[in-house]
């Protein structure tokens, strides 16, 4: 017996239903490396989510037939992994295994150069890598971005935490805080009035991320930017990253296509306010995730929904779709981006399996672990915008579904009852809506139903 090479062809593949093609953010094996089966060997950015193609074999990485930054069609080749294979010995003797041309290690050699001396991506971070950066008080500018655009992938914060790199950021940062300054524009930001003439923007650690709701942070923060030319120029540039690219472009296509209308309900919340506060200990001790106001709202539109079925619809030129299904899209925030992750057949789950799910999809936005199927087939968008204080919004609806509804924040204020002042637990519910599809009158009944199914939560409300 004898080992004959054999040349396996990697195609992208198909990561979601809806995906006809994927961009190559960074290359993890180079020609010539060692793969084992399982083990990424790339990084692709698609419109709404990043992801790692695993090998699906052992063998030694050949030619790499995509480059970086290159968008590739499903099914297409983007690069060969080499295998070796038990075959019966020739007369002639066995097949000797081609190693890896040498026109393939310089070009690695040529990429990595080029890749060292491009650095236009460096300040920007996924939430994966800030999340990573926060939980071992890391500062991103001691770490060496292997990305694409020299940008910092999860790798590098796990290797850079490996080699001790986070017992040295707090005593490092001080001294080097004058050089990572340069080239950035809020660099004086943390170093005080004494030197604050180059201003320079850095991802602040300390800052608490969520564990709860649909908003991950109390502040975002703007995203790092660029100066152009020097220190006297008040223009910036921000780099569009493939995520804004695919918001920007369905925004456009959903105010373009869909003519919105809007409308506001103010809802009475004081008996959920009090229910949540009955249960909430308990509940987190014996779900182990809190229990927030969204799952209350979710159960209450699921339950409107299916009173009022065509909120659950698409419009399609000549006809109206009525899903079946009521699938909940839910507007989760990021540092850089709104994703829309999908609670899939809602009108199935109970208000504590709702919690869970919310719980779940909150938990891999902020770590940068959703995948193409968690964003798809949503019918109807819920977003939270009273995480952040806000009372009225003007939502845009979430292509090429019918409707989205906001829930705003609970304020405390006197309201007569029974020609009495009281002070209650009050919000506001606003909805936009695709007038091709949908009139005043269903919505009005749609969100006097929302309301209604909140104001009927009691104390004795079961979550099970």
């Known amino acids: 017996m004898s080992d004959q090479t054999q040349w396996t062809d990697v195609t992208m593949p198909q990561l979601a239903e809806s995906l006809v093609s994927a961009t190559i953010a960074k290359w993890l094996k180079q020609p010539g490396e060692t793969v084992e089966q399982f083990e990424p060997i790339c990084e692709v950015i698609t419109d709404k989510v990043n992801a790692e193609i695993p090998s699906t074999l052992d063998g030694i990485m050949g030619d790499l037939l995509a480059e970086e930054g290159q968008t590739v069609a499903v099914g297409e080749l983007i690069c060969r992994i080499q295998t070796k294979s038990a075959a019966p010995v020739a007369s002639t003797g066995a097949t000797p295994i081609v190693p890896a041309p040498q026109g393939n290690a310089q070009a690695q050699v040529q990429s990595q150069q080029g890749a060292a001396s491009d650095q236009s991506m460096r300040g920007r971070f996924s939430p994966a890598v800030q999340t990573l950066a926060a939980q071992h008080s890391i500062?991103?500018?001691?770490?060496?971005?292997?990305?694409?655009?020299?940008?910092?992938?999860?790798?590098?914060?796990?290797?850079?935490?490996?080699?001790?790199?986070?017992?040295?950021?707090g005593v490092s940062e001080q001294p080097t805080a004058t050089t990572q300054g340069q080239g950035s524009p809020f660099a004086g930001r943390q170093q005080s009035a004494v030197q604050n003439s180059t201003p320079v923007q850095n991802m602040d650690p300390a800052i608490p991320v969520r564990n709860s709701g649909i908003h991950l942070t109390e502040a975002p923060k703007a995203p790092p930017i660029e100066v152009e030319g020097g220190n006297n120029r008040s223009e910036y540039f921000i780099d569009v990253t493939p995520i804004r690219s695919a918001i920007a472009r369905n925004m456009r296509q959903s105010v373009s296509e869909i003519p919105h209308a809007w409308t506001t309900i103010e809802v009475d919340v004081t008996n959920l306010v009090m229910l949540r506060n009955k249960i909430k200990n308990e509940f987190k001790q014996k779900e182990g995730i809190n229990i927030t106001y969204l799952a209350f709202l979710m159960k209450a539109v699921v339950n409107a929904i299916k009173e009022y079925p065509i909120m659950n619809s698409v419009w399609a030129v000549d006809k109206i779709i009525v899903?079946?299904?009521?699938?909940?899209?839910?507007?989760?925030?990021?540092?850089?981006?709104?994703?829309?992750?999908?609670?899939?057949?809602?009108d199935q789950k109970n208000i504590a399996g709702l919690a869970r799910e919310i719980d779940d999809l909150a938990r891999k936005t902020r770590e940068g672990t959703l995948k193409l199927d968690d964003m798809q087939g949503g019918t109807f968008t819920v977003n939270n915008t009273g995480s952040f204080g806000s009372i009225l919004s003007y939502p845009v609806i979430n292509y090429p579904q019918a409707a989205i509804l906001t829930f705003e924040s609970i304020v405390k204020r006197p309201v007569v009852i029974d020609d009495m002042i009281a002070v209650r637990s009050m919000a506001n519910l606003c909805l936009s809506l695709d007038h091709r599809i949908l009139d005043g009158v269903i919505c009005g009944r749609f969100l006097q139903r929302i309301k209604e199914n909140l104001e009927g939560y009691t104390l004795d409300t079961k979550l099970y």
């Open 139 to 169: 500062d991103l500018n001691q770490v060496t971005g292997t990305g694409m655009g020299g940008r910092i992938t999860r790798k590098d914060v796990l290797n850079y935490v490996q080699q001790g790199g986070f017992a040295q950021a």
């Open 323 to 346: 899903k079946r299904d009521i699938n909940i899209s839910l507007a989760v925030g990021t540092e850089d981006a709104v994703l829309t992750p999908v609670i899939k057949k809602a």
